[in-house]
């Protein structure tokens, strides 16, 4: 079975570009969730979603991020414009269900995020 | 803030032998799931293995198994007969909020697995 698929596994732009993340959750999952992963700050949960409806996004650092999921097998996490802070590595994740009883999640590789 | 707490940023074992990874945790919640995570460095955040908080039995998958101590707030991980594959980041994970898919991850350990 695939796993989550997230595009483009490494993405190298310019200061104040537009840069959009991509991710395909596994088929029949449920839950999707957006990650950022950087030394200072860890594996830090950005905003998930339930049945394609955003339920948290309080981890979003500021407007400058923005997620969709338009169906249930599509989401994108964009950031406009993008700042060099915002390097790291960015990871998708989706679980079978919602609810805890329905964990565990699984990640896709990741998309590497440079901003020069 | 709920928390998880990995205090040891860095391990390293011998080949074959045991290694035990610490994490504690805070919340006020009665039932929840516990999880260990492992990111090699091709970077895939890959499941170890899970604990059910309202389960006794510690569970185990194959060469890995948990101390889990509800009390104590504390879930730790034992690899035992470590191999050179093992060599990887390892982060726990809980959710804070009870019925809810929200995780919060440690820092992480950094395991070093000598030949």
């Known amino acids: 079975d695939a796993g989550v698929i997230q595009s483009p596994r490494h993405e190298v732009t310019e200061m104040g570009q537009e840069v959009t993340l991509r991710c395909k959750p596994i088929?029949?999952?449920?839950?999707l969730f957006w990650y950022r992963q950087t030394m200072m700050r860890g594996l830090e949960l950005l905003i998930y979603?339930?049945?394609?409806?955003?339920?948290?996004d309080s981890g979003m650092p500021e407007d400058r991020f923005s997620a969709k999921m338009p169906n249930a097998s599509f989401s994108t996490l964009k950031i406009q414009p993008s700042e060099p802070r915002d390097s790291a590595v960015y990871f998708c994740?989706?679980?079978?269900?919602?609810?805890?009883?329905?964990?565990?999640?699984?990640f896709g590789d990741g998309t590497r995020l440079s901003i020069l | 803030a709920q928390t998880v707490t990995q205090s040891q940023p860095e391990m390293s074992v011998q080949e074959a032998e045991t290694v035990t990874l610490s994490c504690t945790y805070d919340?006020?919640?009665?039932?929840?799931?516990l999880f260990w995570y492992k990111q090699p460095p091709s970077r895939q955040m890959i499941l170890v293995i899970r604990?059910?908080?309202?389960?006794?039995q510690n569970a185990t998958e194959n060469r890995f198994s948990v101390n889990f101590q509800k009390a104590a707030k504390s879930f730790s991980l034992k690899i035992s007969d470590s191999q050179l594959g093992d060599a990887a980041m390892y982060f726990c994970?809980?959710?804070?909020?009870?019925?809810?898919?929200?995780?919060?991850f440690g820092k992480g350990t950094k395991l070093t697995v000598n030949p």
């Open positions: 994740a989706s679980s079978p269900g919602t609810g805890w009883g329905n964990q565990p999640q699984h």
């Open positions: 088929s029949g999952h449920n839950s």
């Open positions: 979603f339930n049945n394609n409806v955003p339920i948290d």
């Open positions: 919340t006020s919640e009665s039932d929840y799931y």
């Open positions: 604990q059910e908080a309202y389960k006794q």
């Open positions: 994970a809980y959710p804070p909020q009870g019925g809810s898919e929200k995780l919060v």
